[in-house]
């Protein structure tokens, strides 16, 4: 490396040692100045002239924040600028990116990895379906090996055929099993605050519900065709017997279980260009499939015993039967009855149409920022409609921001309810709400992060908008200047917290390497022990010139590495296998699972042993048990108990095995005992929870709240929300509630501090530039407008997150971001690589460890916005354009009270 040349308080070093003689001089030097402790008394930085020292009540503002929030400790000769810090880190991140390239495989396993919680699952649950089949296929075989005589007509088809259908069927039932369990509301949103929804993907139940409904209605579409394929060339052929099955029973009531599967396959396709409630109607159909299915298998033979059938109804009845006790508790002990408070009817220039509800919130009723909440009115009809829920998570009332749909719609009959109140303002009519809920999952802990970049695109904001108002409840409780002097100490904290837990880092293997080669002897940095000599290691000072150092070494370090395209390829090579490592730990549970699976499966299974299953089994545990112990030994840090017990995990697995094998050869049926099958679940089954845990969890443990909480309120440090719109009248239908929450946050914070702990950026993406007009107009006057918050185009998702790292790491020692978006699922995809990516560069230009980003989005999905045939803004007449783009008439259904219900 060049000779490092830095300018400190007038003075020019070219090595290390003499740095770290210069921080010994400086300090020396204070403290002839009679300032026995400068770390915790003043903060002292060389003037122009080089060498005096300036004490801290001379600053402009005493007690502002000089390490970590924002104002850069400069001397002579040295620009430490936070702006040229942060331009310093884009070219960096600039160039990392030009070697990162990624090519379609590269793209794809970023897709993965952003998707691992879902890939770990659908393996998981191929291959749950896959040994099932194999199970019942192979018992149906052995069944017509001794059942069709060699020779016959057709004799493979008869052969082949009928044990295909069985097992088809039994996957099929197994896929019935799980579905009611992706629709109990009221356990997924009890266990959303769990350690499940770390390794559970919650928030995607929807998904994983479409997931299992068109695996249960392909597999039975293409098993019926393979059926009347082979029973319609038997029959065709001269097999009375065949033709008379045709007709049967269980062959009618597979009729209707067929007819309901192309009716719900139907609808479910169609889900989005159909009214709501027809498609809600319609898929409760599948009950009466769940009857039918039951009567399939209790047929006329079956209830003569005639035959020995295997009945459905031990399959999915567990579940089903859990299902509905689930929603009895939701309905019976989580439906609250709400008065309305007040309502707001927004009626945009294009036609569009918003609904405020505010409602008096139910003392039992309990929510977190992204979670939603059923509505029925009664007076409208008996349905029950979704909606997330807008107001901060502490309120005394909820809030739902209700866009109004095409004519005739529950929407539409809920504005002509309400809208011919608003005359008065005051109405003495009592309206009131039924609420179910709360559903769905929450954003995240917020609590456990230090910064949160929330995006909402559309509708999308109203889940943001919860976060936002709770956000600046917490903040309206502190004191500006406390709260930043309270967040120094507690980054502190967490960054002692990281370096003890950074130094306990580290595989069994290397740390056995390490003892070995006795690498942990390394001499002390020069730099550190000076300064921990000179003023102590928590020295302030001490703190804020090694870290300018740091930042001048990386310039220069940086300025040659630009030059040395191997080592940009090299990092960025290891920047992408780590990707790849992931991508494959997040496939290794589904080993685990074939394990288990194959074991009760050969242990259970009338058909005939076979040796190349138990041959394919022993291989399999072999190879599952290696990789486990390879993860464990070299991989995973050696640091909690569970690395303990995993370590003695795979001590014990080879002499299990080895016992376990042995009971296969020695037990006259050539089967384990129940008891040896369960211990051996035991021991795969915690082997694979291991894997899949590893595989899906953020691998960064944030220490935010493990170190007193209670220092800052809980409250995030900051809050950057980004709402992108292609409706201008959506946006000022919305803009004057976010803008009152933020004047009331500028009121008592002042503009600069709130603006450092909450911003607010806001995209307008309307085609029509008379409404975006309007809009500026309208905005015109507001402090965010001013603050250069609304802005009109398309944003760059990869510039965001890249800008959101970048200050990260040039004004905070450890950051924990949390990246939340609520919106359409594209543009969830799209979020989530270039987060991802974004991760892959900060990685390369080695920051990783300073900034860790977490991602979570929430899709419900819904309606869309019908575009309206009334009148458009830009068709009007220019004496008949309103002044503003939108009208809205405010009613009150209860005396009037104060606008603090926004937050």
């Known amino acids: 490396m060049s000779p490092l040349k830095k300018r400190i308080s007038g003075a020019e070093f070219f090595d290390d040692e003499s740095i770290a003689v210069e921080v010994l001089s400086s300090t020396k030097e204070q403290q002839s100045f009679g300032t026995s ?37 400069t001397g002579d000769g040295y620009d430490g600028s936070k702006e040229e810090d942060e331009q310093t880190e884009r070219d960096i991140f600039e160039k990392a990116r030009q070697y990162l390239s990624p090519g379609p495989i590269v793209r794809y396993m970023i897709y993965l990895y952003g998707e691992r919680k879902l890939l770990t699952f659908f393996c998981a649950h191929f291959m749950c379906s896959m040994v099932i089949f194999a199970h019942f296929f192979l018992i149906k075989f052995d069944q017509k090996a001794a059942a069709v005589p060699e020779g016959a007509p057709f004799y493979w088809w008869k052969r082949i055929v009928p044990p295909i259908e069985f097992g088809t069927m039994h996957a099929v039932l197994f896929q019935m099993a799980l579905i009611p369990l992706t629709m109990c509301r009221y356990t997924i949103a009890g266990l959303s605050e769990s350690v499940v929804n770390s390794v559970v993907p919650l928030n995607r139940m929807i998904r994983l519900h479409i997931h299992l409904g068109y695996t249960i209605c392909i597999l039975l579409v293409l ?135 505010r409602l008096r919130r139910p003392a039992l009723f309990d929510f977190k ?70 559903c769905g999952t929450s954003l995240a802990k917020t609590e456990d992060f230090s910064h949160a970049l929330a995006i909402g695109t559309g509708t999308g904001i109203v889940p943001i908008l919860s976060l936002y108002k709770q956000h600046v409840r917490q903040l309206l409780r502190l004191d500006p200047w406390s709260h930043f002097q309270d967040l120094e100490n507690h980054s502190k904290k967490i960054v002692a917290a990281e370096r003890a837990l950074a130094a306990r880092k580290g595989s069994l293997a290397l740390r056995a390497a390490n003892a070995c080669v006795a690498l942990c002897k390394r001499r002390p940095d020069i730099l550190d022990a000076a300064t921990n000599a000179a003023v102590g290691p928590d020295d302030s000072l001490a703190t804020v010139i090694a870290r300018k150092i740091q930042m001048h070494e990386r310039r220069l370090r940086w300025k040659d590495v630009r030059a040395s395209k191997q080592r940009l390829k090299s990092q960025a090579f290891q920047a992408t296998r780590s990707i790849y490592g992931v991508v494959l730990l997040a496939l290794l549970p589904a080993i685990g699972v ?59 697995a080879p002499f299990a095995d080895w016992y376990w094998w042995l009971q296969y050869d020695n037990n006259d049926t050539g089967k384990l005992t129940p008891s040896d099958v369960t211990t051996f679940c035991l021991l795969t089954g915690y082997m694979t929870a291991r894997l899949w845990s590893r595989a899906v969890k953020p691998h960064n443990k944030s220490w935010r709240k493990s170190v007193s909480t209670d220092v800052i309120g809980g409250a995030m440090e900051g809050l950057d929300i980004v709402w992108v719109s292609r409706s201008a009248s959506l946006v ?58 609304i802005r009109f185009g398309r944003p760059n998702f990869d510039q965001l997150i890249e800008d959101h790292t970048i200050r990260m790491i040039c004004t905070r020692k450890k950051s924990y971001s949390l990246l939340a978006f609520c919106g359409s699922q594209d543009v969830a995809e799209e979020l989530q690589r270039s987060k991802v990516s974004n991760d892959m560069v900060t990685a390369i230009t080695g920051q990783n460890n ?34 503003g783009l939108t009208t809205r008439t405010f009613t009150s259904y209860c005396p009037p009270s104060s606008r603090k219900y926004l937050i």
């Not at 002509?416 to 009592?430: E, V």
């Not at 860790?852 to 019908?866: D, H, L, N, P």
């Open 369 to 438: 920022p992204g979670q939603y909440a059923f509505l029925r009115i009664p007076s409208i009809d008996q349905q029950w409609h979704p909606y997330s829920i807008a107001s901060g998570a502490s309120s005394s009332q909820l809030e739902f921001y209700v866009e109004v749909m095409k004519n005739g719609s529950w929407t539409d009959s809920l504005w002509r309810l309400l809208d011919g109140d608003g005359d008065s303002g005051f109405s003495k009519r009592q309206i009131d709400v039924d609420i179910l809920g709360p």
């Open 732 to 789: 000022s239908e919305l803009m004057p509630d976010i803008n009152s929450i933020w004047d009331s946050l500028a009121e008592q914070w002042g503009r600069e501090n709130a603006s450092k702990v909450c911003k607010i950026s806001v995209y307008v993406t309307d085609e029509d530039e008379t409404a975006c007009e309007l809009l500026r107009k309208e905005l015109s006057s507001t402090q965010l407008f001013e603050d250069g918050a």
């Open 594 to 652: 074939f394990v288990i699976g194959m074991t009760i499966s050969v242990n259970t299974s009338s058909a005939n042993q076979r040796d190349a299953i138990k041959l394919v089994l022993q291989a399999s545990t072999f190879v599952f048990q290696v990789i486990f112990a390879f993860t464990t030994i070299c991989i995973w840090d050696f640091n909690d108990l569970l690395a303990y017990t995993d370590t003695v995990t795979c001590l014990i």
């Open 37 to 73: 402790t400068p770390s915790r008394q003043s903060i002292r930085s060389s003037n122009a002239s080089g060498g005096d020292l300036m004490p801290l009540d001379m600053f402009p503002d005493e007690r502002s924040i000089e390490s970590d929030f924002g104002s850069q400790w």
């Open 223 to 357: 098993s019926t065709i393979l059926f009347f394929i082979f029973f319609g060339t038997l029959c065709a052929n001269g097999e009375e017997a065949i033709c008379a099955k045709l007709t049967s029973e269980i062959m009618c009531t597979g009729y209707g279980i067929f007819a309901s599967i192309l009716i719900l396959l139907g609808t479910s396709y169609f889900r989005n260009r159909i009214p709501y409630e027809v498609f809600y109607g319609v898929h409760h159909l599948v009950f009466i499939m769940y009857a039918i299915t039951i009567a399939h298998t209790l047929d006329d033979k079956q209830r003569n015993h005639e035959a020995n059938r295997s009945q459905t109804f031990k399959w999915f009845s567990a579940t089903l039967l859990y299902y509905f006790c689930d929603r009895a508790a939701m309905y019976l002990n989580h439906r609250y009855k709400a008065g309305l408070v007040s309502s707001s009817t927004i009626e945009g220039g294009n036609g569009s149409r918003m609904i405020i509800l």
């Open 850 to 883: 300073a900034h860790q980003m977490e991602f979570v989005s929430e899709s419900y999905g819904g309606s869309k916005r019908e575009k309206k045939t009334g009148k458009e803004t830009s068709g009007q007449p220019e004496e008949e354009k309103a002044e």
